[in-house]
């Protein structure tokens, strides 16, 4: 069974500071997807990393693969209150007909 | 264009009922993926069907079972309902069964009591 870790579970921090959220498993993956979900609201697909060593940028977020592809980071820079939500990182292998996906990081942004 | 679209929001029944998920795919788009989110967790893969077949399965009981309509549209059920069931059910769909972007419906809050 492919697991994947994410930390920390729950994040609280002060508007214009910076944060990094991982992502981490034993398992090999295709590639690896973030994903943002509000309450009430499905997950939003932010990114999707391929390639051993991707970086991916995204205005103030900054996404890296790991090079054996087992892990992920997701870096966040001067954070807004409107980054507030749950972030999941999800691997999909083989035929990738299925996400696996992390147990979510809650990050909270106080203005 | 409308999005995935689920149905019923949300429910609640009690242990032993039977209960159908409602879902219908964005225009065009031919898979239809089932995934079972536990308050405080991420979202655990149920089933996928693609051109009406089931591709993929994930490790649920009998109880949960699914299709995939003509018109792509799908429907999940569950039977003998557990508390432990209690979860946001959510669809999503692709363009096609393999890899790509999964764009994922508000979801079905099932409460059983």
């Known amino acids: 069974t492919q697991l994947l870790e994410q930390s920390p579970q729950f994040l609280s921090i002060q508007e214009g500071e910076n944060l990094t959220v991982y992502c981490n498993s034993s398992?090999?993956?295709?590639?690896l997807q973030w994903y943002r979900q509000e309450p009430g609201e499905g997950p939003v697909l932010l990114v999707t990393v391929v390639t051993g060593g991707e970086v991916k940028k995204l205005k103030r977020l900054t996404f890296r693969f790991g090079d054996a592809r087992k892990d992920s980071s997701l870096h966040i820079t001067a954070a807004q209150p409107g980054d507030t939500g749950l972030y999941l990182c999800?691997?999909?292998?083989?035929?990738?007909?299925?996400?696996?996906f992390g147990s979510g990081t809650q990050l909270t942004v106080l203005p | 264009d409308a999005g995935v679209t689920q149905s019923p929001t949300h429910l609640i029944k009690t242990r032993g009922q039977h209960v159908t998920l409602r879902c219908s795919p964005i225009?065009?788009?031919?898979?239809v993926s089932w995934y079972q989110q536990v308050l405080g967790q991420g979202p655990q893969f149920i089933f996928q069907?693609?051109?009406?077949?089931?591709?993929g399965r994930g490790n649920f009981p009998d109880r949960f079972s699914a299709r995939q309509f003509p018109n792509y549209s799908s429907e999940l059920n569950v039977n003998a309902l557990l508390l432990g069931d209690s979860a946001l059910y959510l669809c999503?769909?692709?363009?096609?069964?393999?890899?790509?972007?999964?764009?994922f419906g508000e979801g079905s809050r099932l409460t059983v009591l």
């Open positions: 999503a769909s692709s363009w096609t069964g393999g890899g790509g972007e999964l764009f």
């Open positions: 225009s065009g788009h031919k898979s």
């Open positions: 069907y693609y051109e009406k077949e089931e591709r």
């Open positions: 398992s090999v993956f295709s590639s």
């Open positions: 999800a691997g999909a292998s083989g035929s990738a007909r299925q996400l696996t």
